[in-house]
């Protein structure tokens, strides 16, 4: 099976920098992803890790240590739109069959 | 065409009642999945289709029942649901099974009364 974790709330200032952690443990893993969910809306894709490393995408990054099983999100210039939900989800393979398992999610509160 | 979409977006049914859950993608993807999501809670693989064929069933109950009728559509058939069976419904579809960007609907809010 899978297991994966990661801080249930986190609380960050307008402006500032927040990094959301995620660990897991899990065979035949195919890569992570980060998706951001608002309250009563669908999950939308955030970034994709599948090697070691950080990648960057305008205010977000991602990084990556599969020897770890660690991830983290970082958030920079916060602005209060960010206030959501954030998943870490990993892609695995077991007999053939690939499937994407999401974390507990870190809701994330945004204060002025 | 970059949209996954849902019909209904609400639904109320009874415990006697049968309806079907609709999902419709027209990106060309060959993989297309449906989770579960409860309040507060992640959402829960269900069911996944590759090449219109089940590849992934998540250990859920026969009273769902799903179908993929072609490549761009993903049905799921409910019948006798319970109470604990309400939570947002969630489709989503992906180029290939697992390892890439899988987009999600906006989802169907399911209420069983």
């Known amino acids: 099976g899978q297991n994966i974790d990661q801080p249930t709330e986190m609380t960050a200032t307008e402006g500032a920098i927040v990094q959301i952690n995620c660990t897991y443990q899990?065979?035949?893993?195919?890569?992570l992803f980060w998706y951001q969910q608002h309250a009563g809306e669908a999950p939308t894709f955030l970034s994709y890790?599948?090697?070691?490393g950080l990648e960057e995408k305008g205010r977000f990054s991602s990084f990556l240590s599969r020897s770890k099983g660690y991830s983290y999100l970082l958030l920079k210039e916060l602005q209060m739109k960010d206030s959501a939900s954030y998943l870490c989800?990993?892609?695995?393979?077991?007999?053939?069959?690939?499937?994407?398992?999401f974390g507990t999610g870190t809701r994330l509160t945004i204060i002025p | 065409d970059t949209e996954v979409t849902q019909t209904p977006k609400h639904l109320v049914m009874g415990m006697t009642n049968k309806k079907s859950l609709k999902c419709e993608q027209h990106?060309?993807?060959?993989?297309m999945y449906w989770y579960k999501q409860k309040a507060k809670k992640p959402p829960e693989l269900m069911f996944v289709?590759?090449?219109?064929?089940?590849?992934i069933n998540e250990s859920v109950p026969s009273r769902f029942s799903p179908e993929c009728p072609n490549s761009s559509l993903l049905n799921l058939h409910l019948h006798a649901l319970q109470p604990e069976d309400s939570a947002l419904y969630l489709c989503?579809?992906?180029?290939?099974?697992?390892?890439?960007?899988?987009?999600f609907g906006q989802g169907t809010r399911l209420t069983v009364v």
């Open positions: 989503a579809s992906s180029p290939i099974r697992g390892v890439t960007e899988a987009f």
């Open positions: 899990t065979s035949g893993f195919n890569g």
């Open positions: 890790n599948v090697l070691d």
């Open positions: 989800a990993v892609s695995a393979s077991n007999f053939g069959n690939e499937k994407l398992t």
């Open positions: 990106m060309g993807h060959r993989a």
């Open positions: 289709y590759s090449y219109e064929k089940l590849s």
